[in-house]
């Protein structure tokens, strides 16, 4: 097996179990300790592992600043993002929610929390059990099709009897959102 195949292997264990051993990455490999050592330094010098003091860590990637949405990779406006928290314990941060919601279609094994915002009040919410409402005549200069989220059903349904759109759950959305979007990308245009 040349370096490489055991540096990828080395790889996709760590992310599986986060921490190994010299010595069992040594039997897993059935090579020597040295050998594994000199596999593991170009995985250190490219900052991809981190040398604990018996063994490896893998360093988490970071998708994108934390500051930017890891879907579009548009800035984040705090009033409408959305936070996907990994399995990992890493988070994605979403500039709003048709951003989150298609992030989460993505990779939704691997998050074990999804969180929005309540467009009225601010406050923060699970977007599991948030209703989304779907191009409102409102021009909140964000990704179209338009998300808005909703903790309460009668506040959605007021907001929509003055600007309109459709209201629908978490996995309708993604599936209304997907369905608008057609296989084209993220449209960051406001609604004219």
Not at 43 to 58: A, M
Not at 77 to 99: D, F, G, M, W, Y
Not at 116 to 137: E, P, V
Request: charged residues 20%; neutral net charge.
């Amino acid at each position: 097996m040349l370096p490489i195949e055991r540096q990828q292997l080395i790889l996709t264990w760590l992310e599986q179990v986060e921490t190994l051993r010299v010595s069992d990455i040594s039997k897993r490999l059935e090579v020597s300790e040295m050998t594994v050592y000199r596999d593991l330094k170009p995985l250190i010098d490219q900052q991809k592992v981190l040398k604990t003091s018996n063994g490896v860590t893998l360093i988490p990637k970071i998708n994108a600043s934390f500051n930017h949405c890891s879907y579009c990779y548009k800035a984040s406006n705090t009033r409408l993002s959305v936070q996907l928290i990994k399995k990992n314990q890493q988070v994605e941060q979403a500039c709003c929610p048709h951003c989150g919601l298609l992030r989460f279609q993505d990779i939704g094994d691997d998050v074990s929390q999804i969180i929005c915002h309540d467009f009225l009040k601010d406050t923060t919410i699970s977007a599991k059990m948030a209703n989304f409402l779907l191009n409102a005549d409102i021009n909140l200069n964000c990704c179209q099709p338009q998300v808005i989220a909703f903790e309460s059903i009668k506040q959605i349904k007021q907001f929509q009897m003055g600007f309109g759109g459709e209201i629908y759950n978490f996995e309708e959305a993604i599936q209304a959102i997907t369905a608008e979007m057609n296989g084209k990308g993220c449209d960051h245009k406001s609604k004219e």
